[in-house]
């Protein structure tokens, strides 16, 4: 059994008696409708070319079908799609709100043949094992209620030899930087949140998730823990970002 880590207590909501999958799932719903425009401006669009530079790592596999973890309104789907251009990909997401936005996106793009979005939960994923060549998840991970089973579940979905990727915020290592992020986390982006009209407890969750996120050689350890081998990290951005691979065992 997969053990709980400190990250994984992390809710949206403090005075809530729901469980963090619910809270989560709530908290996208309401910030669907802006959760796109908010994300390009909070990041000045870099998290265009940090995607890009994930789905980069999946080339040299060629796979072609492809599981989506918390696709969310499907961006990195589509530029996967676009990217890579798989025979399918399957997202997955707990928010209904985000995927309903996602699905008119998909459909905007004519994509509809390619990419099918479900309602569903990176802890029991409702495919059969040994499902996909590739499995993905981009600023998902840290909203898992328990980590380590959201990863062994990936695992099991995946065919041998198959390749997880990570996409997610890490901690800044240099000092300037890091206290120019932790400024810019801590009280631009919730102010920012408020002019979006959006919920400030929404960003100020994302944020401290973020912090309390195991980046870098810990993630790499506990995907080592839970068996998947080739498992490495890529700091991006000054180490804002980070782009973790392992590999399911042939």
């Known amino acids: 059994m997969s053990n709980s880590l400190p990250h994984d207590h992390i809710t949206p909501f403090k005075d809530s008696n729901k469980g963090k ?3 989560v799932a709530f908290m996208f719903d309401s910030i669907a409708p802006k959760y796109d425009a908010m994300n390009r401006f909070l990041s000045a669009r870099t998290d265009i070319g940090w995607r890009k530079k994930a789905i980069n ?11 989506d973890v918390a696709t969310g309104t499907a961006d ?3 530029m996967t799609s676009k990217m890579l251009n798989p025979n399918k990909i399957d997202g997955i997401d707990i928010s209904k709100g985000m995927l309903e936005l996602g699905r008119k996106k998909i459909e905007k793009e004519q994509l509809t043949d390619k990419i099918e979005l479900h309602i569903g ?22 909203n898992f209620e328990n980590l380590e089973k959201g990863l062994l579940e990936m695992k099991r979905v995946l065919k041998p030899g198959g390749r997880l990727i990570v996409l ?3 901690k800044p290592r240099r000092k300037a930087v890091k206290s120019l992020y932790n400024l810019y986390m801590g009280l631009v982006a919730p102010q920012v949140a408020r002019w979006f009209k959006q919920n400030k407890e929404a960003y100020q969750y994302l944020n401290e998730s973020s912090i309390a996120f195991p980046d870098r050689h810990l993630f790499t350890d506990i995907l080592k823990k839970v068996g998947y081998a080739e498992s490495t990290y890529q700091p991006l951005s000054f180490g804002i970002c980070c782009i973790y691979a392992g ?4």
């Open 247 to 250: 590999r399911k065992p042939q």
């Open 76 to 78: 990195m789907a589509i």
């Open 121 to 142: 939960d990176s802890e029991t994923i409702n495919f059969a094992d040994n499902t996909f060549d590739a499995v993905m998840v981009a600023f998902g991970v840290r």
């Open 168 to 170: 997610e915020f890490s």
């Open 21 to 23: 999958k619910e809270q």
């Open 57 to 67: 790592q999946l080339k040299k596999d060629n796979p072609k079908h492809i599981l």
